[in-house]
């Protein structure tokens, strides 16, 4: 099955600085790949998805390249805000037919200071 | 206006007392997963349902079961709870490959 790796497993920067998190995926099927933000104690919620049709897709600060030959995908975020410290999950979906389940990787506390 | 509604937000239980989780969505999608997390983990696949199918995880325990009566609602069944069982419960609905929506979670504690 697929496998999803995440690094770094937390994260601190300053307020205004950018913060980058990376991963890998093992099914070179696998072609969606969303990031989730999860709040202490609340839902994860989706902040931006790529598909393998695309190498770079971007919504304010927020950006994600993708990489399909090395089988890598990463999160940027630019001029961080305190209220963007939370828990960043990245996923992979392997695209065989009617497997649309999320393999997630564990998480990168991101702690912004201000 | 939640779209994907998980009831109760707390659940205690037990140890080996049966109990049931229950998810509803507002938004007819045809796809709907039960995910268990644990502190400081991955939220970890345990089942899906698309549309009446059920997709089973090879490594989900036997003590875990789902019901999808229809479209809207889906539950989960801890047939006899162990304190491993202990996390929080996620439901999550999707249409096919489209992102997921996530309900607020249920808590369980196993007592």
């Known amino acids: 099955g697929e496998n999803v790796e995440q690094h770094p497993s937390t994260l601190s920067v300053q307020e205004g600085d950018s913060a980058v998190i990376k991963c890998t995926y093992s099914?070179?099927?696998?072609?969606?790949f969303p990031w989730y933000k999860q709040e202490l104690g609340k839902r994860p919620q989706l902040i931006i998805d790529i598909r393998s049709n695309v190498g770079e897709k971007k919504d304010q600060r927020i950006a994600v390249t993708l990489n399909k030959t090395a089988k890598h995908f990463s999160l940027h975020i630019t001029e961080t805000q305190p209220e963007d410290s939370a828990v960043y999950f990245c996923?992979?979906?392997?695209?065989?037919?009617?497997?649309?389940?999320?393999?997630f990787g564990k998480g990168t506390l991101l702690t912004v200071n201000p | 206006d939640a779209m994907v509604i998980q009831n109760p937000r707390y659940q205690v239980t037990q140890f080996g007392k049966p109990v049931t989780l229950s998810c509803s969505q507002t938004?007819?999608?045809?796809?709907m997963y039960w995910y268990q997390q644990k502190s400081s983990q991955a939220p970890k696949l345990l089942f899906h349902y698309y549309d009446k199918d059920f997709n089973n995880e090879a490594d989900t325990p036997d003590n875990f079961q789902s019901r999808r009566p229809n479209t809207s609602f889906c539950f989960l069944d801890i047939r006899s709870p162990g304190l491993g069982d202990a996390a929080m419960y996620l439901c999550?609905?999707?249409?096919?490959?489209?992102?997921?929506?996530f309900g607020s979670g249920t808590r369980l504690t196993v007592v």
């Open positions: 938004l007819n999608h045809n796809v």
């Open positions: 999550a609905t999707s249409r096919d490959r489209g992102g997921y929506t």
């Open positions: 099914d070179s099927a696998s072609n969606y």
């Open positions: 996923a992979a979906s392997p695209a065989s037919g009617s497997n649309y389940k999320l393999t």
